[in-house]
Structures are given as structure tokens and as C-alpha cells.
């Protein structure tokens, strides 16, 4: 622990004692986690005597687990992540519309009658972080990369927003076309498909694959034709500039990384959690 | 969280992230508990980042909790309180000999091969606290007030700790009989005994009734002809000062409150916890 980071301890958690409630994120590995230190100096800035702790749950020991979390009294929150966001769905009681149509949650809680609520907020921070920069995809026409956890919760979050047009290329074309069908079904008003890799008739692009990561990746998807007004979104938090956003930028787009959705998620987590649910 | 508490967080406990080791500490209520403040800084004096947190366990579903926590692969140890310190001894792979003959446990911690150990250090906190105080019970003759969960485990400690008389009071005497004989089958080097309160042939005194708690609460046993060269011990915290270390100390005894076996309980709390078990 550095100096700085001791001198900034109390903006960033509560004081531990009898009384603070707890939230855990349960994943596995866990030790990449960052809500922990995302979350808690929000619950501090709420007023709250609350911590985020990691919990690393094993696979074979996945159920039992977190039933065991369930039953913790002073425990009122659960974010889930890797390789879980299917798997919790059977545990929670009551499956919110848009993790249903994901297929996937991503937190839960606790409400007054002791039941749990689950929801997917991974593509609803995207458009509540695009929200705070003033863009809306209202209107909008999508095209999307990748049908994958990432993929298929933007998809469902674009569609939710109201976009005209959601197009999903995945290079597996059936996840695509299922994760299409899916999206169209659950909200009617939103054209939803599975499509090429075809700029024209889109006026957003969102890469929501790993190809930027890797030291010497390329784009995530051929972009010749790019238009200046696109708006371009990429998933990824590191690198923070992928080939796709450099590219992007060079011909003029706005971009933006996987940061603008990360904090728009916490935003919307913490309000999720902290909700007066009576 | 008042302006001197927030300059003091530094040093009272690791900054939560996703490689943050978890103890818990298991009881119902839980409010009081003091178990995170009291560890935490030492955690962190310890170099570790790692932290205390309290977990309301409900009595309905205490085993598939406390099964659920065990099953964490981040969690270290668990400290256990009111009203679960018998009720624990099922859950435990490898009840250490202490634990065994109190018949309870207040503390439990991985091995490295998996399994839990979990021993009794209430007692064992006092002689370490008194230890610190350069005071040894070793050839003491001990006068016990209390054959309750205190008690008991004062009792033990203090035939452990080589004291040559333990002499056990209580209302319940069928209690303190049963708590002598499974004192004395243990420690056979030690004369331990079920008796009336007779303060003749005994140098050290120890109240673990709770009798001194409540205003107006007077003495927990008739002390008349105390002497001035008995050590005068009270479990009790708050108050600081009970009416019996009022009175001993009055005629001129060493006394110690509660503190001291709190303190020494910490100590040996995080040196069981991060002792080094490969």
C-alpha cells in the first residue's frame, strides 16, 4: 500500500464494524475484479455502511455457494461475473425482462420480501454512460460485432434504447441469427437481424469482440467506407485506444472505449443496489 | 463517518480489491460485534490484505450458511460468535484440543490441505492478555465465578495454562461439576473441582458471570476477607470499573477488566489466522 493510495483510503470504503451490510461479486478467477474498488467509494458517496468484497466461487461448488450468500442476513447484493452470468439464472427468483431475453444476469438483490431480483446491466451501462456524454441511440441504426456475453447484452440494451436498427455479425453466423431472433422477439419495434459486415445504412458501430486487446491485433471487422459521422464504440477497456477507436478517430468519428459503459454500469448498479425497494 | 475517524481509516484496514483475502465473523445479531475493528488494523499491520467482516447468520439456515461460506476459496477463517459456538463443532473436520474439552469454538481457519481447524480462544486470550501484564497463572490457586460459555472456557485455559487449583462456582452446581470433571479428565496435573465460593486457599480471582453489567448489579459472589495480594480478574468490558474491581481494587488488589482478555484474544486471533500452516 502507497502513501497515496493510503492518503485517499477514506473517500474510498466504508469503515468495516457490526452494522455494514455486504455486497459481494462472485466470479472465478476473482482476482481481476475491479467493483470492489469501483463500487465502494459510491457507497461511501451514497452514505452507506456497505463494502463490495470479492468472492471467489469455485465451479463444483457453485450452487451451495451461493445459496450460502443468499441466507447472509446482512448481505443484499450480488454482482456476477466470469463464468457465471448464465449459470446464476436457476438461483435468482425473479429473472428481470431484459437479462431473460439476454439469457444472462449480471447482479442481483434482495427486496423486501426476502425474494431475489436478477438483471443484466452490462449493455444498459453502455447506454446509461453514452446517456451522460448527451447521445442516445434512440433512432439509431447499429451495427454490431459479436454475438458473444458482450455482444449479446448490447444487443438486447440497443434494442431496449429504442435504436431502429440492430445488425449482428458474429463470425459463428448462427449465434448471431439466434441472438437476432431472440432481440426482435422481445422488442417488436426494433429492426433486429443478423447481417455482413455492411457500413452503409448504419450510423453507429459498436465492436463488442476481443479483437483490439492482443498486442497486434487488427480491426475487429473490415471498415473501408467508415463514415465520418459514425459513431464508433468499442467494449474494450485495455488498450485504451484499440486499432478500430485509432482508426476511427483518424477519419473523424467520435469513439469512445469500454470505459463509458463500465462507469455507466456502475452508475446503474449502485442504483440498483441502493433503491428504495419498500 | 466523522472527520477523525476518516484521517485514521488508513491504518484501519486494507483498501478492498479482487485479491482480498475474506474472514468472517459468524453470529445473531451481529451489530455488536467488534471483531472487524479490533482485527482489521492488525491485518494490516501484518503487511496482509485482508479483511474482517460481519455475517449475520440466521439460526434456520446456520449450516447450509456457514457450509456456503467454508466453501469460498478466498476465505481464510472465520471467527465464531453468540449464540453458534457449540452449535459449530459438527461443521469442523479438526476440533483442536481445547475446543473440545470447552465443547465450543470460537475461531476456525483453512488448512493448506483444505480441511478446517477450529479451537476455543476465549479463555486462552485471557491468559495471553495477562501474559502481556508479565502475570502467569501457572501455580496459581483460581477462585472461578461462572461455569457458563465464559467460564468454561476460562476454566480450561487456566488448568492449560498450569494454574495448580481451578475451584468452579455456580448457581448451577450440577454445572460446575460437569465443567470441573471435563476440566480435570483433561488436565490431570491440575486439582479442579466444583466448590462453594470460599476465598481461603486461593490467590486469583475471576468473575465470568455477567453479574456487574447492569446498573445497580452488585458483587457476583460474596467477597468478604478478600486479600490484598489476590489477582482480581472481571470479564466484564463495560462497565470498565464493575462494583467487584471497584471493591479489590479498594483493598489494594491487582485487578483487570475485561480488556485484557479481549486484547490478548486479538493477538492470538490474527496469529492463529496468519500463522504460517505449509
Known amino acids: 500500500m502507497n502513501k497515496d493510495a493510503m492518503t485517499e483510503t477514506p473517500a474510498q470504503q466504508a469503515l468495516i464494524d457490526g452494522s455494514t451490510r455486504l455486497f459481494a461479486i462472485i466470479g472465478d478467477p476473482i482476482g481481476q475484479v475491479k467493483s470492489p474498488q469501483t463500487l465502494n467509494p459510491r457507497f461511501v458517496a451514497a452514505g452507506l455502511n456497505a463494502v463490495m468484497i470479492p468472492v471467489n ?79 442516445t441511440l434512440k433512432g439509431r441504426k447499429v451495427l454490431l460485432i459479436g454475438a458473444g456475453g458482450a455482444g449479446s447484452a448490447v444487443a438486447v440494451a440497443a434494442a431496449d434504447a429504442a435504436a431502429s436498427i440492430v445488425t449482428i455479425v458474429d463470425v459463428d453466423s448462427a449465434k448471431a441469427e439466434a441472438l437476432a431472433q431472440r432481440t426482435a422477439a422481445a422488442y417488436p419495434a426494433c429492426t433486429v437481424r443478423a447481417g455482413p459486415v455492411r ?67 456502475a452508475h446503474e448498479l449502485v442504483q440498483f443496489f441502493t433503491a428504495d425497494k419498500s
Open 57 to 135: 466461487v469455485k465451479p463444483d461448488r457453485f450452487e451451495d455457494t451461493v445459496r450460502g450468500l443468499m441466507a447472509i442476513a446482512n448481505l443484499d447484493g450480488i454482482i456476477i461475473t466470469v463464468p457465471y452470468k448464465s449459470r446464476i439464472l436457476p438461483l435468482i427468483d425473479h429473472v428481470l425482462p431484459m437479462a431473460a431475453t439476454v439469457g444472462a444476469a449480471n447482479a442481483m438483490r434482495r427486496e423486501p420480501d426476502g425474494t431475489w431480483s436478477g438483471d443484466m446491466f452490462d449493455g444498459r451501462g453502455l447506454i446509461r454512460g453514452l446517456r451522460d456524454a448527451a447521445i
Open 199 to 265: 457500413l452503409s445504412g448504419h450510423d453507429t458501430l459498436i465492436n463488442a469482440t476481443p479483437i483490439g486487446m492482443a498486442p497486434g491485433d487488427g480491426l475487429p471487422a473490415p471498415v473501408d467506407g467508415l463514415a465520418a459521422d459514425t459513431l464508433v464504440v468499442d467494449v474494450i477497456i485495455k488498450p485504451n485506444d484499440t486499432p478500430l477507436l485509432a482508426h476511427a478517430r483518424a477519419l473523424g468519428c467520435r469513439v469512445f472505449n469500454g470505459r463509458v459503459m463500465l462507469d455507466g454500469q
